[in-house]
């Protein structure tokens, strides 16, 4: 029973390591990643999602991928209507705030984005959700559209930070 004890103490909540995501994208997660794909709604157009994520210390850390065309007003269209579903539940519930940002190797166009939106959420009282949405064009012109999310609150403030300098585009 002690060493039980002794080997649960070694095993650290937050245990980072790289996984792709498509071609392009290279992440740290903290912990095993489970993987989905996922049809949406994006003003009433379909489009699917590459999703990985995992939940550690409280929170869940998970990076979604999908197309986002031929054009930069194509992707701009794209990650607009992205971002407006996911904070569409937020802005009914609380507080939404977005703000510029810059991911090393991202598209300019259509340019990166910050959210920090905080709500409650019924019987699990407040709620707290992270987000940043950034692009990238390849060689041919083809964009890929990224959203990385933060749900909860991690009981240590560098895993955000780990999280975020953890997105490296190829």
């Known amino acids: 029973m002690a060493v039980?004890?002794?080997l649960a103490a070694c095993n650290p909540v937050f245990n980072w390591r790289d996984v792709p995501l498509g071609d392009g994208l290279l992440m740290l997660l903290p912990c095993k990643p489970d993987r989905a794909q996922r049809e949406v709604d994006l003003s009433g157009q379909a489009a699917s999602l590459d999703m990985a994520g995992c939940t550690a210390g409280d929170a869940t850390f998970a990076v979604a991928r999908m197309e986002g065309g031929n054009s930069p007003a194509e992707a701009r269209r794209r990650l607009e209507a992205w971002r407006m579903a996911a904070r569409a539940p937020w802005r009914a519930r609380?507080?939404?705030q977005e703000s510029p940002t810059r991911v090393p190797r991202a598209a300019e166009?259509?340019?990166?984005?910050?959210?920090?939106?905080?709500g409650e959420t019924g019987a699990a009282g407040p709620q707290q959700?992270?987000?940043r949405?950034?692009?990238?064009?390849?060689?041919a012109g083809?964009?890929?559209l990224y959203q990385?999310?933060?749900l909860g609150h991690p009981p240590d403030a560098q895993a955000l930070e780990t999280f975020w300098e953890g997105l490296r585009l190829r």
Request: glycine residues 4%; proline residues 6%.
């Open 4 to 6: 039980l004890a002794l």
């Open 94 to 96: 609380g507080q939404v």
């Open 109 to 118: 166009t259509p340019p990166a984005i910050d959210l920090v939106a905080e």
């Open 129 to 131: 959700a992270r987000m």
């Open 133 to 139: 949405w950034f692009a990238q064009v390849d060689a």
């Open 142 to 144: 083809r964009y890929t």
């Open 148 to 150: 990385a999310t933060v």
